[in-house]
């Protein structure tokens, strides 16, 4: 079982403030980093595949890095909006198999 | 094009009675995912299929559960009997392929069976 941890488990965004949160995974055997959107009684929605160490992608006001030599990701929200509320997972992909991290649980108060 | 479909929702039983969960994936996925999801965790795969082939099944408890993709379409998953720890939401995914080394795949998730073992 691989380790994936994210931090911090939840926070509190003011509506219009920008937040960013941390997913932090093995830096070897490294295939690729996958960043989902979870909202209450909705399907996970995948946000980004990242691959390649240095890799920065961006959808809207949501964006994400990715250092796969020291092993973290970052997703930046810009902004935040009450429909950002959700929770944020990572998932680690190692061979054929994803490992996901517990989340990110993200409040946008407005 | 339509999703991962799941039922039930949510689901209430009692300790050591049984209970089933249905996915039917996205139309031509040949990989199909079962996870469990226990409150403050991530997803935890519990089976992965290849059509309806087996292919990683290492963290799925045996004594308890089972699962099925007969045709290589839809799938079924069963707790019997259930243990107050099987309270989770269960999540079915499927993807396109299964790529075995290098490159990543999109995996497409369902909404989700809430169980809950009282």
Sequence with gaps: ILNVEQSPQSLHVQEGDSTNFTCSFPSSNFYALHWYRWETAKSPEAL???????????KGRISATLNTKEGYSYLYIKGSQPEDSATYLCAFKNDYKLSFGAGTTVTVRA | ??????????????????????????????????????????PKLLIQFQN??????????KDRFSAERLKGVDSTLKIQPAKLEDSAVYLCASSLIMVLAGGSYEQYFGPGTRLTVT
């Design chain 1, 48 to 58: 980004f595949v990242m691959t390649l160490n240095g890799d920065e992608k961006k």
């Design chain 2, 1 to 42: 094009e339509a999703g991962v479909a799941q039922s039930p929702r949510y689901k209430i039983i009692e300790k050591r009675q049984s209970v089933a969960f249905w996915c039917n994936p996205i139309s031509g996925h040949a990989t199909l995912y079962w996870y469990q999801q226990i409150l403050g965790q991530g």
């Design chain 2, 52 to 61: 309806n082939g087996v292919v990683d099944d290492s963290q799925l408890p």
